[in-house]
């Protein structure tokens, strides 16, 4: 069965720096794009980044951009999120999720969540 298996959360100074990996397993990683969500306390999910399932794009949350970078080891069946740069507003549970197709569209999998805590 499909497995979503999120690490690497922690707690984090102002400024600091983080990589969230997902290790997948039960399909055909290459085959899918991967995107990274989060849910702060008390808000809504957020769509944070996404990468197609060759890497040949990316997207990224106005929020984020020029701080976080997504990447994927399809040899490792892993997707990963290296978070620099953070703020408190980072501040989040971060899912990775599995997409329905090589690209962005509807998504079928989430893994169970890391926790990312970002304060001084």
């Not at 990589?19 to 085959?31: N, V, Y």
């Not at 849910?39 to 980044?49: C, D, I, N, R, T």
């Not at 740069?85 to 079928?108: I, R, V």
């Amino acid at each position: 069965q499909v497995q979503l298996v999120e690490s690497g959360g922690g707690l984090a100074q102002p400024g600091g720096s983080l990589r969230l990996s997902c290790a997948a397993s039960g399909f055909t990683f290459k085959s899918y794009a991967m995107s990274w969500a989060r849910q702060a306390p008390g808000k809504g999910l957020e769509w944070v980044s996404g990468i197609y399932s060759d890497g040949s794009d990316t997207y990224y949350a106005d929020s984020v951009k020029g701080r976080f970078t997504i990447s994927r080891d399809n040899a490792k069946n892993t997707v990963y999120l290296q978070m620099n740069s953070l703020k408190p507003e980072d501040t989040a549970l971060y899912y990775c999720a599995k997409a329905d197709s090589s690209w962005y569209g509807s998504y079928d999998y989430w893994g169970q969540g890391t926790q990312v805590t970002v304060s001084s």
